[in-house]
């Protein structure tokens, strides 16, 4: 159980155009996700928190306007970058918080997208 | 600032050897601590949490936790070359937002 899903796995696009991330809890319902972002070898960096019908919360440093989160269902969270540079090329990872998580505040990742801007 | 801190690795121990991973936190509010691995180029997986002082075992992994001294490690029995890997500590913050923060990972290289 507590499976999440992320696509696309991978992408390249041009600088200046947008791109779309999916995430979705795949076999429970998912109140809370996080977007995170990671550098090579460096650790995760938590972008923003999404709740279920609500905006997102973003973490200092992190461009609202440029990283738009959507969390319309308690299944799928997208972020979209907006007008995209070679310095947002990064690795996108998404996670839900999983079932009894008002005791545990356990998080499950999705496999993460590898978003490379040329 | 909520730190994690991790000893920074990278560490190596042959197979069949225990392996010991140790992160300590700031927050002493804390409640909820994990371990999570993570393979060059995925995304990390969980592995262990654990909640209350003491030891947790699941299967080849323990997990000790002292809130007293804000310490809480992972060791790995009989450790196989499948074990390398990032391994993160992450310990969720006294805040209402209830974030998971990230220690900055120990790299970890089972020998052969």
């Known amino acids: 159980g507590a499976v999440v899903s992320q696509h696309p796995s991978r992408v390249i696009c041009k600088s200046g155009t947008s791109v779309k991330i999916e995430c979705r809890s795949l076999d429970f319902q998912a109140t809370t996700m996080f977007w995170y972002r990671q550098f090579p070898k460096q650790s995760l960096m938590l972008m923003a928190t999404?709740?279920?019908?609500?905006?997102?919360?973003?973490e200092q440093g992190v461009e609202k306007d440029k990283f738009l989160i959507n969390h319309a269902s308690l299944t799928l969270s997208t972020l979209t970058v907006t007008s995209a540079h070679p310095e947002d090329s990064s690795f996108y990872i998404c996670s839900a918080r999983g079932p009894g998580a008002d005791i545990s505040y356990e998080q499950y990742f999705g496999p993460g997208t590898r978003l490379t801007v040329t | 600032q909520k730190e994690v801190e991790q000893n920074s690795g990278p560490l190596s121990v042959p197979e069949g050897a225990i392996a010991s991973l140790n992160c300590t936190y700031s927050?002493?509010?804390?409640?909820?601590f994990f371990w999570y691995r993570q393979y060059s180029g995925k995304s990390p997986e969980l592995i262990m949490s654990?909640?209350?002082?003491g030891d947790k075992e699941d299967g080849r992994f323990t997990a000790q936790l002292n809130k007293a001294s804000q310490y809480v490690s992972l060791l790995i029995r009989d450790s196989q070359p499948s074990d390398s890997a990032t391994y993160l500590c992450?310990?969720?913050?006294?805040?209402?937002?209830?974030?998971?923060?990230f220690g900055s990972g120990t790299q970890l290289t089972v020998l052969p």
């Open positions: 992450a310990v969720i913050s006294s805040g209402s937002a209830r974030q998971l923060t």
């Open positions: 927050d002493r509010g804390s409640q909820s």
């Open positions: 654990i909640y209350s002082n």
């Open positions: 999404s709740n279920e019908g609500s905006k997102a919360t973003y």
